[in-house]
């Protein structure tokens, strides 16, 4: 009996210490909760939506992608104007400088025809753009120009042969505005609005001077238009499309009544790298006849011209840009060949 009591009091003792049926799964689980709740995968605020370091990567490749797609920064055409607004609060200044070696004269029929001396002219013109708001930029253009005239052959009432004359051209002013934001398939599209002021000197002109003295239009110009630029890869391409009319005016010979003319500029930059990038712009204006006032009397004018060119983004402010402007075909104009260099600086 007292060995069987023993048992029995063995027996009762191991079931009252021995784990309940259950437990291990249910405080298993609870202590699988709380390792969860303090593990670095929940501090980090992934929880339920976490993925594995491998299924990241996909996303990684996606911002790389999307970084190759952006538009890499550029200097910009030299000639032709840019679509996008220099950002809101922002100033930029930019010199440009030409000197044109007159090669030929376009006469009317397009052709080729003596200049009749040699002329030369240097531009220096100063840009200073502003970012008013969001979406809208302004810029002030003011142009020193000056002229020289040798070996002419028709000489001044003097037997001047030679002249020069420099002075401030006409000023202009632009407000540019952005109306469609660039996407993948359509491009940036601004809007442009730019009066131009006689202020360039363009009557009483002295006749011994061989006319290298005439450095202003003497009109009133409003231009009106659109700008573009699209990023397709590897290319950068831009375009412009402009209106202008003139106003009349009084010249040394009377009333002049100008045409207005349109201007449709292209251009593509290619990125060979971050710092280094090619150009290549076609240019041209196109004379055509007078919307309002009375008919035109002065004869039609036309000009194509092709600069291809080099930039250097030297840092994110500063950048450069050298280029030859070459004429190719023109109407009651001179035919040119222009150096130009240009930089901006960005405040």
């Not at 538009?71 to 055409?77: H, I, K, N, V």
């Not at 076609?282 to 930039?311: C, H, M």
């Amino acid at each position: 009996m007292r060995k069987i009591s023993s048992v029995l009091i063995l027996l009762l003792l191991f079931a009252l210490t021995a784990p309940m049926p259950g437990w291990t799964s249910r405080e298993a689980g609870a202590a699988a909760e709380e390792k969860v709740s303090v593990s670095p995968e929940n501090v980090d605020g992934r929880g339920e939506g976490f993925q594995p370091e491998e299924k990241e990567e996909p996303k990684e490749t996606a911002k790389e992608e999307a970084k190759e797609q952006e538009c890499p920064a550029t200097f910009g055409p030299i000639i032709t104007d840019t679509a996008i607004p220099i950002e809101k609060g922002k100033f930029a200044v930019q010199p440009t400088f030409g000197l044109s070696l007159v090669t030929d004269i376009f006469d009317k029929d397009w052709r080729r025809v003596s200049a009749g001396g040699d002329f030369q002219s240097f531009n220096m013109s100063w840009k200073f753009t502003y970012g008013l708001i969001n979406n809208l930029e302004v810029y002030l253009v003011i142009p020193y120009i000056h002229n020289w005239a040798s070996n002419v052959d028709e000489p001044g009432p003097g037997g001047e042969r030679s002249a020069q004359f420099g002075g401030l051209g006409d000023i202009s002013f632009t407000l540019k505005y952005r109306l469609l934001q660039e996407t993948e398939t359509l491009p940036t599209i601004s809007a442009i609005f730019t009066p131009s002021f006689p202020t360039g000197h363009f009557r009483h002109l002295n006749p011994s001077r061989l006319g290298v003295d005439a450095i202003g239009s003497g009109s009133y110009i409003f231009t009106t238009g659109f700008n573009m630029s699209k990023y397709l890869k590897p290319f950068i391409l831009y375009g412009n499309f402009w209106y202008s009319m003139e106003t009349a005016y009084t010249g040394d010979e009377g009333r002049v009544y100008p045409r207005d003319f349109v201007t449709v500029n292209l251009a593509a930059e290619y990125p060979f790298t971050k710092k280094w990038v090619g150009l290549l712009e076609l240019t041209s204006y196109w004379d055509g006849g007078r919307l309002f006032g009375q008919k035109a009397n002065t004869p039609p004018g036309a000009l194509v011209s092709i600069l291809p060119g080099l930039e250097f983004m030297a840092t994110d402010k500063f950048s450069l840009a050298f280029g030859v402007n070459v004429d190719l075909a023109g109407k009651n104009t001179n035919a040119n060949v222009t150096p130009v260099l240009s930089m901006v600086y960005a405040f």
